[in-house]
């Protein structure tokens, strides 16, 4: 294969575990003595009676109503940690949970441990920044469970090298293709393998009644506001996701050759209505499960969970997903930065290292085999029955839910429930593609004046680019918005972004 130059080799960070001798004697011990975790998580000296942590943490709650005081998850959590948890729940609903973080921060008065989603914007930027947080990275080599967590997720959550907060890990080669396998099979076609296979299908889908009823009543792709197709076009063509490394430089997307045969080819496929022209106000899902759009990209997970009710209405219906398309840097997937939050722990409320420690004990011991099965798979009884061997999910069961926000680690470890084929196939996609998937570069780097001026610079790129897929914008346009971009402060982007890459790696 090629070598891609917008794709930095993933190098795995080896973290050595050390333990000394006393330590690992004392773990030999009865089981009257408590062990070193315990000793992490409530700071007692071992055979002393634990006095529990008490930990006020602040976290979001994405459902309608907050988890209940008298949960039973609570109760299994608190058992298995020693600590007693005071949790003020914030909905999550559109900005207001950020807007309740950045509020929480600017009084001074925060909880032990706190949620912090989008850690880059300019406000949790210039908080971890400025010394609000504790900086972990020291201390993560004495705790067995968080030394082990995913190089990709701490190395796109720290700064600088310096880590604020324990990163929520996520999925690395999460992006790909949604796709109506029952559309393919009415028009006798295959998985597209290469995007000019795309283009054809999604073409057939337009043109050729793939849901047979005798009207011309579909097309291709749907897409939104997000234009996610664009960017897995780029990646699939050997271009960078979101920034790459390209002579040397770090340079964004729209500025790489590969990025403008998509852009190209996604201008097509709107003038020949395979995308709708609508697109920028489109609501994402909806084409697709009215059943007027064959095709969409996004999380392929999204392939399962978004699309049940629509399936139960027409049992016809058959989705499937995709992510391995065939181009000249070969099979590449759009990655994701490998978490999507940190839980950060704040050192006006956590005044000293001791309590320090016994908080990273706690969310130690999160990572532990049975809390992980618990937040992953529930409560045995209640949430799922074991049959046979195997555990399936009991109907009309919750799970966790909104506790699943506790998790940092594993994403499948403990009891593994019995799984649809489209789940299962979704799982081996993840697990078989996690090596190439493609990250975006400026994940763990960092630029003042991409803090200051990057996101308003960015939206006038976006504005341009939908203008010309739309074709109110020409070549010459498209290319002064880029120039524009570049002179506007983007070159001093570039700039800093390539030095703090260049340290970074030594160089």
């Not at 008065?109 to 990275?137: C, H, Y």
């Not at 780029?234 to 998509?262: C, H, R, S």
């Not at 309590?355 to 009884?381: C, H, R, T």
């Amino acid at each position: 294969m090629k070598k891609n130059a917008y794709q930095k080799p993933a190098k795995l960070l080896k973290v050595a575990c050390i333990t000394c001798l006393s330590v690992s004697l004392l773990a030999a011990c009865s089981t009257q003595k408590e062990t070193p975790a315990a000793k992490q998580a409530t700071g007692q000296p071992a055979g002393t009676p634990a006095k529990p942590l008490e930990l006020k943490v602040m976290m979001i709650q994405q459902l309608a109503e907050p988890p209940k005081k008298d949960s039973p998850f609570l109760k299994r959590i608190e058992e298995h940690t020693g600590a007693l948890l005071d949790i003020t729940w914030v909905p999550g609903a559109g900005t207001a949970y950020d807007d309740k973080v950045s509020a929480t921060i600017a009084s001074g008065n925060l909880p032990d441990m706190i949620l912090i989603r989008k850690t880059k914007e300019t406000a949790n930027l210039n908080a971890q920044l400025s010394g609000v947080f504790w900086e972990l990275t020291p201390y993560l080599k004495d705790y067995p469970n968080l030394s082990k967590m995913s190089p990709v997720a701490v190395k796109n959550a720290s700064i600088s090298g310096k880590l604020y907060g324990i990163p929520r890990e996520r999925v690395l080669s999460r992006y790909g293709m949604i796709i109506r396998k029952d559309w393919l099979d009415n028009l006798g076609l295959q998985m597209p393998k290469t995007v000019d296979d795309l283009y054809k299908v999604a073409k057939a889908f337009t043109e050729n009644d793939p849901d047979k009823d005798g009207k011309k009543n579909t097309f291709g792709i749907q897409e939104d506001a997000s234009m996610e197709l664009l960017k897995q076009l780029t990646v699939y063509n050997g271009g960078p996701n979101g920034w790459g490394l390209k002579d040397g430089k770090v340079i964004p997307d729209f500025m790489a050759p590969e990025y403008k045969q998509a852009l190209d080819l996604y201008k097509k496929m709107v003038s020949e209505k395979i995308i709708a022209a609508d697109f920028p106000i489109a609501k994402k899902y909806d084409y697709f499960n009215q059943g007027k759009a064959g095709i969409y990209f996004s999380v392929i997970d999204d392939g399962y969970s978004r699309h049940i009710d629509m399936i139960k209405q027409d049992p016809k219906v058959v989705v499937d997903v995709a992510q391995n398309f065939d181009g000249p840097q070969g099979q590449r997937v759009r990655g994701t930065t490998g978490y999507d939050s940190l839980i950060a722990i704040p050192k006006s409320s956590v005044k000293d290292e001791t309590k320090l420690k016994q908080i990273l004990g706690f969310l130690d011991k999160m990572g532990d085999e049975p809390m992980l099965s618990l937040i992953n798979a529930g409560i045995e009884g209640t949430d799922y029955k074991s049959e046979g061997g195997s555990a399936k999910k009991i109907a009309g069961s919750k799970g966790s839910e909104d506790w699943q926000n506790f998790r940092w680690g594993n994403l499948s470890a403990g009891v593994k429930i019995e799984k649809t084929p489209i789940e299962q196939k979704i799982d081996k996609l993840f697990a078989d593609n996690n090596k190439i998937g493609v990250v975006d570069l400026s994940a763990s780097l960092l630029s003042d004046t991409n803090t200051q001026k990057g996101a308003d610079l960015k939206k006038a790129v976006t504005d341009a680019q939908v203008k010309y897929v739309l074709g109110e914008l020409d070549d010459k346009g498209w290319e002064a918005a880029v120039a524009k971009w570049r002179s506007g402060g983007g070159d001093k982007i570039i700039e800093e972004f390539t030095a703090d890459y260049n340290k970074s790696n030594g160089k």
